[in-house]
């Protein structure tokens, strides 16, 4: 049987969102930005939170943790290089594997944003829930690590199969758009996808998922290694780590 999602809005700007294999009735909430929204979702889909699988320790992302596995006896999941994460069971690193009922996970880790960040990828139901590594049209801000890192880890991620859904923590997908467009003006891909993304948000629908082969044409920082977006940034011949650091650095400070 597939697998079954369900997204919502959590804080200001976080997405939640819940993992159902129903053949086995186990559900896992991807983070926990905060309980009540963790729990209106649960209600709602009349799903039992059986695991909690954590990408990184920033607490709008952990903050729910503690009151739903205080509630639900529920399994925490956490990368092994975590620190300050709640109630944690089970420490996981790249290559392992995470099953929740009968899906299987892989581990991949996806350091950058933060050191500990790791990426959860379902590879026969082609989901993968990336946390704040990758966003729609962008990627997390390089916090705790470096450039180069960042870069390395967002290739993994690239080299997933197109046809992978990618979920993401945060709804920026049109600022993302606005930024790209000063990178890549004239990508027809990242055009059509500003038009798509309007008519959603238009309708109040969530821009996420997305297709990891729809992120590959239309998103820079997967892109840091294309010829034309080095050239479009003045960096023709620069290494594609460097080409990737400038174009996050333009980002940081775009209005
Ligand atoms: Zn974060």
């Known amino acids: 049987m597939p697998a079954e999602t369900r997204l919502f809005l959590c804080l200001s ?5 819940l993992l159902h294999d129903a053949e086995s009735g186990a559900t896992a909430s991807i983070d926990a930005p905060e ?3 963790v729990e209106a979702a649960l209600k709602a889909t009349g799903w039992t939170l059986t695991d909690i699988l954590v990408t990184h320790h920033h607490h709008d992302h952990v903050g729910g943790i503690a009151a739903l596995k205080a509630k639900h006896k529920c399994r ?5 290089k975590g620190t300050n994460i709640p109630g944690v069971d089970e420490t996981v690193r790249e290559g ?11 581990v991949i880790e996806t350091p950058g944003h933060t050191l500990d960040h790791i990426a959860y990828w379902f590879h026969q139901d082609k ?3 990336v946390g704040d590594t990758l966003f729609s049209i962008g990627c997390g801000r390089v916090i705790e690590g470096n450039p180069e890192m960042m870069w390395a880890s967002l290739k993994k991620l690239r080299d997933l199969p197109n046809d992978t859904e990618i979920f993401c923590g945060h709804e920026y997908t049109l600022a993302n758009i606005k930024f790209a467009r000063t ?3 004239n990508n027809a891909a990242l055009q059509a996808r500003e038009a798509e993304a309007k008519q959603e948000i238009a309708k109040n629908r969530p821009t996420i998922p997305v297709m990891i082969g729809d992120e590959k044409q239309a998103n820079p920082f997967l892109r840091a290694d294309i010829p034309e977006v080095a050239a479009g940034i003045g960096m023709t011949g620069k290494p594609a780590a460097q080409v990737f650091a400038e174009i996050r650095a333009r980002k940081n400070s775009f209005k």
């Open 35 to 37: 309980a009540a929204p």
């Open 96 to 106: 392992d594997k995470v099953k929740v009922g009968s899906l299987t996970a892989n």
């Open 13 to 17: 700007d976080n997405y939640g969102v």
């Open 183 to 185: 990178v890549e003006p």
């Open 76 to 80: 925490v999941v956490a990368p092994a």
């Open 127 to 129: 989901l993968a829930f």
